[in-house]
């Protein structure tokens, strides 16, 4: 029976056809992806690259020049360090602040929201869907509510401070820094559902067998969230931190409906937009929206170098 299924002596296996070799095949796959990504991305920052090398004549259609005689740089160096140098410094450093209270906020809220949906209890499901309202709302209509909820004269807030004795004449949205303040709160109202969900998302994966065994060592509830919850849950909320501070770093929308960035809200993304579209200056409007995206892509080098890292380290453990 053997000898029967055995092949002949001398007689080689026929090899199997393989085709298109599996590494052409993977780009024959990725190609038409990686082309609508250089049409859609690549392209567009190619040319605004450009745009900010050079000056533009709104007077005959198609006139150009470099920036500087001498050097095609000369939009950066009128941003960074020229006379009009300070508006930009001012609007880094009114995002970073922008970006570092609102994100710790949003951590600190969607943590205790994502927690809250976590427990087990009835009404979970209307609770989660309660908190993820607000993220769900346009970003234009969120600030149109806050604007409405912080008015003088229409809004609460002053109505509600009045009636416990505090000063109701509080122009929230004319003042500074007030007005960076409700710019925070309306963020943070928005946002800190989409960090709860996705800190949720960690909370689901945490085998719930840990926390038996933390019980049966006489663990308190505030030692298993310490000592179980938050280093199991690490990853997850380096994350979301990373998507909501990358986010936050181009904030354009909620400055724009609020106060059109006057007051001490004037973002990055915001003064791009102003010196491009309603100054109509091309190249240096361009410039600055080219530096905007060189600090968020610097903010996303150190996150994936040292949080990445981080994140690497945890999942060997």
């Not at 950066?76 to 001012?90: H, Q, R, V």
């Not at 604007?147 to 416990?164: K, S």
């Not at 001490?264 to 937009?273: F, N, P, Q, R």
């Amino acid at each position: 029976m053997e000898a029967a299924t055995a092949p002949a002596a001398g007689v080689q296996p026929k090899r199997r056809s393989r085709g298109i070799p599996e590494r052409r095949l993977a780009w024959y796959m990725v190609s038409p992806s990686l082309v609508l990504i250089a049409l859609v991305a690549l392209y567009p920052i190619i040319y605004a690259v450009w745009l900010s090398l050079h000056q533009y004549s709104l007077i005959e259609a198609g006139l150009t020049r470099w920036a500087e005689p001498n050097s095609p740089f000369g939009n950066y160096t009128e941003a960074l360090w020229g006379s009009d140098s300070s508006a930009f410094w001012t609007a880094t450093r009114i995002t970073f602040v922008f970006t570092i209270a609102s994100v710790i906020l949003e951590l600190i809220i969607g943590l205790a929201m994502a927690m809250a949906m976590h427990a087990a209890f009835k009404g979970q499901g209307i609770l989660r869907t309660v908190i993820l309202v607000p993220w769900a709302v346009l970003t234009v209509v969120t600030a149109i509510t806050w604007q409405t909820i912080f008015e003088p004269e229409l809004g609460f807030v002053n109505t509600m401070l009045g009636a416990v004795g505090l000063p109701d004449d509080t122009v929230w949205l004319g003042e500074e820094p007030q007005a960076l303040i409700v710019m925070i709160i309306a963020d943070v109202w928005k946002t800190a559902p989409f960090m709860a969900l996705l800190i949720l998302a960690g909370l689901q994966v945490i085998p719930g067998e840990i926390y038996e065994a933390g019980k049966v060592d006489g663990a308190s509830a505030w030692q298993r969230f310490q000592k179980l919850t938050l280093p199991l849950l690490m990853p997850a909320i380096l994350v979301a931190l990373i998507f909501r501070t990358l986010d936050a770093l181009r904030i354009f929308d909620l400055p724009w409906v609020l106060t059109k960035g006057a007051f001490g809200t004037d973002t990055m993304s915001l003064i791009a937009y102003q010196t491009f579209q309603q100054n109509r200056l091309v190249g240096e409007g361009s410039a600055l929206a080219v530096l905007t995206f060189i600090i968020v892509m610097a903010v996303s080098f150190l996150y994936i170098r040292f949080i990445g890292g981080n994140l690497k380290t945890m999942a060997e453990e």
